[in-house]
């Protein structure tokens, strides 16, 4: 992101930016690309823009964009430049900062996040944290952990468009178990699974795989596999994931970083009919936000990924459809545009 010159976020500025009275709306300061920019920044400020009011987002943050709203969002602001900036503004005064966190980067299990979250960054992102007047969060474990720097935490969970209820699955002549997720989730696709989705392949010869984003190795030119490179546009890999998935799947280690990840696969699939067979790691538990609902809108895992898989695929088209069905209307009460006003009662709680 391109910070403003601190120099110019001061009183006497050409434009002051303490006077309120003619800028009332939000800004999403944020690069604009990638799944936490889409559900954590743009997508509640699309409903919100869409109500008729100032929200929009971009990756420069200036005195002509500051003049216009009263609020600034941003996500996980960490780097020297960014934060130079976003202390700047805290001390102006001048600005509602409303900071969200989505993942423990005080807990990361995966080799890339362990080394990039050094105690320095960390330092300056809890610094940006105790100065922000709101702090979001999808994550309750998140949300108790940030409590110990700012007291304005909320927790909002992760939702998805309303437009994803009506995307259109297409006809298959087989039926598939799918898989999403980025390279971060390497860790979590472990030997043993790897070894149970080569063992259900071989002994499901009528069933597919189909996996989207990252992808474990020896499964790659297996004839029945169909990999999917990752894409940043969500009506495509929505509409991918509708076409080529009936029960979803998402190995999920039980670790701390983990424990705080939302239900957001839950979600997706269950908004595009697909059935989930998920872990039994808290984010998935009825009682965590978007929870998995047993039995309603799939199941969770024993333990057994290949005994799971074959009780799951061993259900006819027909049962399968009924829980596609009834995970999609559970999905209509999880979207963005049904839950709006979690984000607004956190915007607006100071």
Known sequence: MQPPDPSTIVAGSPVDLRDTRHRVGLYGWSPGR??????????????????????FTGPVLDDKILSTVDTVLAHMIHAD????????????????????????????DWGVFQDYWTPARLKSLYRNVGVAHVITTPSPRIAAHLAQF???VWVVPNTVPAWALNIERAERDWPAVGYQGSP??????????QR?????LQD????????????????????????????????????????????????????????CKSSLRHIEYAALGIVSLLPEVQP???????????YFTGWLTSGDLYGDL??????????????????????AEHTTETQITKWTQAWMSV
Request: no cysteine; aromatic share 8%; glycine share 10%.
């Open 310 to 331: 074959m009780q799951a695929t061993g259900y006819g088209p027909t049962a399968l459809a009924s829980v596609g069905r009834n995970a999609r209307n559970w999905a």
């Open 81 to 108: 430049e960014d934060s130079e900036a976003w202390l700047n503004l805290a001390a102006l005064g001048s600005h509602r900062l409303v900071l969200d966190v989505d993942d423990a980067m005080w807990a990361p």
């Open 284 to 294: 998935y538990h009825q009682s965590s936000p978007g929870g998995l609902v047993p």
């Open 196 to 200: 149970a989705i080569e063992r259900w």
């Open 204 to 259: 499901r010869p009528d069933w597919h795989l189909s996996l989207h984003g990252s992808h474990a190795g020896k499964l790659d030119g297996h004839p029945r596999v169909h990999a999917f490179g990752w894409t940043s546009d969500h009506r495509v890999h929505y509409q991918q994931l509708a076409d080529n998935v009936d029960i979803g799947i998402g190995p999920l280690l039980d670790t701390e970083f983990n424990r």
């Open 150 to 152: 700012n007291p304005n």
């Open 184 to 193: 971060s989730h390497g860790a979590d696709w472990t030997q043993a699974d």
């Open 34 to 55: 990638g799944g936490v920019h889409f559900h954590r920044i743009a997508e509640p400020l699309r409903v919100v823009s869409e109500a008729g009011h100032t929200a």
